[in-house]
């Protein structure tokens, strides 16, 4: 048994270590970024522009149901006019950038260890090396560069439309009733660039580690398609894992 | 220099420039020197390399052949150090691959291998280019003179605009050559090259091959199990199984041999076409 978690707790060391000094090799190589810009800006598309529409989905009913949810509550204690604050503050403290991170995990990271792992399994990495190109510079890098970039892009997005989903809620649902007028004084008063700011360096933190974990799994992939599919799942898994973690270790510094 | 070699590096010399025009130098290859000594590696508790020891002469287009499962990619790979041995060692041109560090090698090698490996989200000539390109070797300008160079070599000019997905695996086999010819290569490596191939293909691309080797001077190291592809190419075989290397010679003194393990490999390749 002693064995069995030992085991395990290397490989968890291990892959810790693993990650961090990919980590840095990438940012060493942000040097390089002005040479490649082209594959910079695929990424930041792909990542940005592809998850728009369904960003914009999630933050639209993340921000309804919130509304409805707080509002029926505060309706009881007749106290229903701070609805606007209550969402402003959720959807950029935590709902925005976590909800946003989620969804790009599963959506984009899953695509960065599919991709990077078919790279790995068909031999096209070897040939990046034999070539002397560096994998990380020319997988890797692009990638986080433009989470970096799209993700706290994407974050501020999803926290308008969410705030807008909110504001719809509140004044059409009979037993919240607030205006529109009312629920935007309430959620100006209550947000100020701090707390913005809070929330868009989760964003970055949140895309620095979907941009990282997909890459490095990918890297790791083993095993023709069966591998590539495991190794899809595992990045996803492991990006909600190291975001649900950061998400408490930034929110207690952050206090 | 052949005039088509003066034509891609311009009016006879071998300087190319960057876009910033900075010279560098493209330069024309020669062959190489391979020497591998006492070569061992181990994959888990799996002794797949044994005591590999091989001379390759410059120039010489050396076969390494043998069932699947010897080694033979595993060797190969060693060659371009995407792998390190246990023990053993690997002198190309006198420099040991292993103890040079970071510093940059006095030759260039570049590997075809078993899959292609050719990059899906570019298109053919930007895979040819690719070295070029992200070494910044030279100008745009010649770098697609180089692309429509080395794919006219291979009998593909004119498809640089195709996606990989657009052609058939004899093409991308052709492509995954005119990419390694566009490194300039000292020394070129081809990982079963007649993987994934028909016979009438597989064909083909030996006479590619073989005119690549008339017109073009670098050391060339296949690894196959196809036994008439590498006997028809190569000027000297070695033979590999399990326990190491079992002979090496001439194609027809391997064809001649009397070692039982070179006879029975050749009745088992060879016994489709007696019609048995």
Known sequence: MFEFFGRKLLRLFQGTGEIVILLLQTVFYFKEAPRNLPSISRQLYEIGVGTLPITALMALFVGMVLALQTGSQLALYGTQDVIGAIVGLSMVKELGPVMTSLLVAGRIGSAMAAEVGAMEVYEEIDALKTFQISPVRYLAMPRLLGCLLAMP??????????????????????????????????????????????????????????????????????????????????????????????????TRLML | MSSWFKKILGHGNNKGSDTSGRTVHYEKPKGVEVRIANLNKSFGGHHVLKDINLVIEPNETFAIIGPSGTGKSVLLKHIVKLIEPDSGSIHINGEDIFRSGDKKPGYRCSMVFQTSALFNSLTVGENVGLWLRENRICSETRIRAIIQEKLRLVGLAGKENLHTSEISGGMKKRVAIARSLAVNPDLILYDEPTAELDPVTSDELARVMKSLRRELEFTTIIVSHDLNFALYLSDRVAMINQDGIVETGTPEEIKNSENPIIRNFIYTTTKGLKGE
């Open chain 1, 153 to 250: 892009a994407l974050v501020v997005f999803a926290i308008v439309v969410g705030v807008i989903g909110g504001a719809f809620v509140s004044s059409v649902n009979p037993l919240i009733n607030v205006p529109v007028n009312v629920y935007y004084d309430n959620l100006i008063q209550a947000l100020n660039y701090t707390e913005i700011f809070k929330g868009l360096l989760k964003a970055t933190v949140f895309g620095c580690i979907i941009a990282v974990v997909g890459c490095y799994v990918g890297f790791k992939t083993t095993g023709g398609a069966r591998g590539i599919g495991q190794s899809t799942t595992r990045a996803v898994v492991l990006s909600f894992l190291l975001i649900f973690v950061a998400n408490y270790f930034l």
